[in-house]
């Protein structure tokens, strides 16, 4: 069971955004948590536009980029865009290569093999690009700041870099033409673009640019047309769907239930989705396969589905992409369950503040997500590595609330070849020889960063409420303009006290735990994911959730997706 916690403080505004704007006093609570106070600015978080964008010439380094690539296009120079292998990789690297060639330009596509080269544009994987394609200018997407060394090898065989990328820069960038990235400049909207919101903003002032320059090609392409592909990247790559990337991703998602698109059509009905598609199909239905072919080292088939126009070809790239998420699982699935079972036979959480966990085999191409999964069932940061034949180990690592994992991995840089990252996710490279020590080193600055504090589970309510209230007509609908739910906007979780069970709870698929509630004269379901193992206690219940609409056999109905729940607690 996880603490619940409902932050104080937001009623009296709350209450005023109600009265102001006409809305429910629980969606009025949500808004105000998430830093929208007036009315005004409620209009502006519900009714996200297009039209509020930011002019794309403001950002860092974008002139220079925009005169190099439409000299490019002009001069029919060979240019190769160099994107990445995850989603955001994939759909920035698809975004330009749809939009130069629709201006014209001569372009190629490639991408990093995970297994053999590693994130990013490296020595290795751009002498692989030249012999491939023989570019005269490289874009990247999604990567490229920090590539000093392949940057500067391209120079030196006469080949000009742009950069267009959107992480963290730590040392000097790059000496490409231009750098285009957010975080180099000010603007705190742009600086949480994802990579293909950067590839986005390249693409519009190309636009901007050539139109006044008179370039008839360029009245020819709409942007709006290819925002499918910017919320598929946008929401896959968990950066705050805040500011530009909320209307990015709330026109995205419109564009991607109405795309052409052969491949995201196939990969669509290859996975089962039908009707309306949200930020969860993204984030856990099509991204998720996307990824796959990335994780398990060949993202060229994701790319070349969203760039085919042939429906037999894509509904092959679809099946094999959704072969290798199944194949993902199964791998993730193991390690997760090896790790697990070792962790629970030492795991004392009154001494334990850290998890490190490694085997030589482990697929490096997962490890992130069951880093992921060991955070969050034990609350403490976690630390996973697979190791190759030679006795060298790639790590993955997440972290919890109250622990900076850079400042920790820095104090164990003695045991690690190299690391680097964030403070909530990092990556390391480890020697086995070293692998021991630097466990006892984690565990160490762990325990000092997190001696004293409450590790158990936090989970935040946003209001609570009634049944009545979030029955109430137009609750649903309006709750649903508060999405894209995702990083930086949460779905909001309403808490509802002392329900009373109306029969007994049933099991799905052993695994799920699906009950009927009430209160007074209203009741509806409640389903718990994953949570068939808990107990329902005796007597009346205080449940947390996130309400859905559930369609079965044509119709539909609001449903509790439950979070947590407790025995009844008084207020």
Request: glycine share 12%; charged share 25%; proline share 5%.
């Amino acid at each position: 069971m996880k603490r619940w916690r409902l932050v104080e403080g937001l009623d009296e505004p709350a209450g005023s955004l109600a009265r102001h704007s006409g809305l429910p006093h629980p969606l009025a609570r949500a808004l105000v948590a998430r830093g929208v106070p007036s009315a005004t600015e409620a209009d502006r978080f519900l009714k996200p536009r297009l039209s509020a964008l930011s002019d794309p010439l403001s950002l860092p380094g974008m002139a220079s980029a925009v005169d190099r690539i439409w000299r490019a296009i002009r001069d029919k120079e060979p240019v190769a865009v160099y994107g990445d292998y995850d989603v955001d990789g994939v759909t920035s690297a698809a975004l330009m290569v749809r939009v130069l060639g629709k201006l014209g330009a001569r372009v190629s596509a490639c991408l990093p093999n995970r297994i053999e080269e590693g994130y990013g544009l490296s020595p290795e994987s751009l002498e692989r690009c030249i012999g491939k394609f023989h570019p005269h200018l490289i874009v990247t997407t999604d990567c490229g700041s920090g590539s000093v060394e392949a940057v500067a090898l391209a120079r030196k065989e006469g080949i000009d870099v742009v950069v267009t990328d959107h992480h963290e820069i730590t040392g000097v960038p790059a000496e490409a033409v231009a750098v285009v990235n957010p975080k180099l400049g000010d603007d705190v909207s742009a600086r949480m673009l994802a990579g293909v919101g950067v590839a986005f903003k390249v693409c519009h002032a190309l636009l901007k640019v050539g139109r006044d320059r008179r370039l008839a090609v360029a009245e020819t392409v709409d942007l709006r047309d290819y925002l499918d592909l910017v919320a598929l990247g946008t929401i896959a790559d968990v950066v705050p769907l805040l500011h530009e990337n909320r209307i990015l991703a709330r026109h995205g998602l419109t564009c991607l239930n109405s795309t052409g698109r052969v491949g995201l059509r196939a990969l669509a009905d290859v996975a089962g989705v039908s009707g309306e598609m949200g930020a969860y199909h993204v984030g856990f239905v099509l991204g998720p396969r996307i990824n796959a072919a990335g994780r398990m080292g060949q993202a060229e088939a994701a790319l070349e589905l969203l760039l085919t126009d042939q429906p037999s070809r894509a509904r092959e790239l679809a099946a094999s992409l959704d072969a290798s998420n199944r194949e993902r699982k199964r791998i993730e699935t193991e390690i997760t369950e090896a790790a697990i079972a070792r962790i629970d036979a030492l795991f004392d959480p009154t001494s334990h503040y850290g998890i490190v966990v490694g085997e030589p085999g482990w697929h490096v191409g997962v490890i992130g997500i069951v880093a992921s999964r060991l955070a969050a069932r034990y609350g403490r940061p976690a630390v996973v590595v697979g190791f190759d034949a030679d006795g060298i180990g790639r790590g993955s690592c997440r972290s919890v609330p109250g622990f900076d994992l850079v400042r920790g991995l820095k104090s164990c840089e003695d045991h690690l070849s190299q690391f680097g990252g964030h403070a909530m996710a990092a990556g390391l490279e480890v020697k086995h020889a070293d692998f021991t020590r630097f466990s006892e080193a984690f565990q160490q600055a762990c325990q000092q960063a997190l001696a004293g504090q409450d590790l158990t589970t936090v989970l935040d309510l946003d209001a609570w409420v009634s049944l009545g209230e979030i029955f109430s007509p137009g609750f649903s609908e309006t709750l649903g303009l508060l999405g894209p739910f995702g990083e930086g906007n949460p779905e909001p979780v309403w808490g509802v006290r002392g329900v009373s069970l109306i029969g007994p709870p049933r099991i799905l698929k052993e695994r799920h735990l699906k009950m009927t509630v009430g209160i007074g004269n209203r009741q509806c379901e409640a389903i718990g994911f994953g949570m068939g193992d808990r107990d329902v206690p005796d007597g009346e219940l205080d449940l947390a959730f996130v309400l859905r609409e559930n369609t079965y056999m044509g119709r539909t109905n609001l449903q509790l997706q439950l979070q947590d729940f407790r025995p009844a607690e008084d207020e």
